[in-house]
């Protein structure tokens, strides 16, 4: 069993649900990010999603963007992502972290260090999942079979907008969980609509077996909990990463943390 699925294994157990943020690697400080990951950990994160800086993020609004620019401008490629996992794992070896991006860095990647190095190196890091916002199902049969091979699972996104085929499709070779945007539009949104939710969950559930996260347009302790009444849990990113923006260096990492605990706190009490 694979870290995330014991994750949500054990959530479930409890009648929990995961609370999984969103940070971009090396925003806004690369040397506190492995800092901030540990103290979102200690604050509530049952799963951490570490953005892969990309210089044309598609699915991302202005918020992920400008802390995507903001990490590219201090150097952060795969390389330094991979390693800011290894110094996590020297401080936390149970919370999972998903790295989530684009194509071009994963496909970069492999150009530059041999064919299938990011999977090989994502895995000996200490990686549980890859979400790549633009692999769809029908080309990724291959890709998901060499990351289950190295112990790690491939994550997709579901839409409003994603078909029944689309949702059978995912089903098939998805891993670890599901993550739903709740809106059509970018991150950042604040447009959610929780009872168009509660009516997609469970029609996903017909199709995918893995656990459904709910991500875009969360940003407090009472969308997470509206939210998490409907799904297996929620997603936060934006809102995290403007809170980091208006840190000091020494700051980020606590501020992190009692955002975690809060919306943490408010899941618990579900």
Known sequence: MSRIAATFAALQQSGRK????????????PDRT?????????????????????????ADGPVIQKAAERALAQGIGMAQVLDFVRQFRLGNQTTPVVLMGYANPVERYDQRH?????????????????LIVDYPPEECVEFSATLKAH???????????????RMRQVGEIATGYVYYVSLKGVTGAGNLDVAAVAEAVP???????VPVGVGFGIRDAASASAVGRVSDGVVIGSRLIQILEDQTRDSAPEAARQFMAEIRSALDAL
Request: net charge negative; proline share 8%; with cysteine.
């Open 18 to 29: 995961a609370l999984i943020p969103y940070v971009c690697a090396g925003d806004p400080f």
């Open 34 to 58: 492995v800092e901030v990951m540990l103290a979102l950990a200690d604050g509530g994160a049952d799963v951490i999603e570490l953005g892969v800086p990309f210089s044309d993020p598609m």
């Open 114 to 130: 041999g064919p299938l190095r990011f999977v090989k190196d994502a895995a000996e890091a200490g990686v549980d999942g890859v």
């Open 151 to 165: 112990g790690l699972d491939l994550i997709f996104l579901l839409a409003p907008t994603s078909t029944e085929q």
């Open 203 to 209: 029609r996903i559930r017909q199709h995918v077996k």
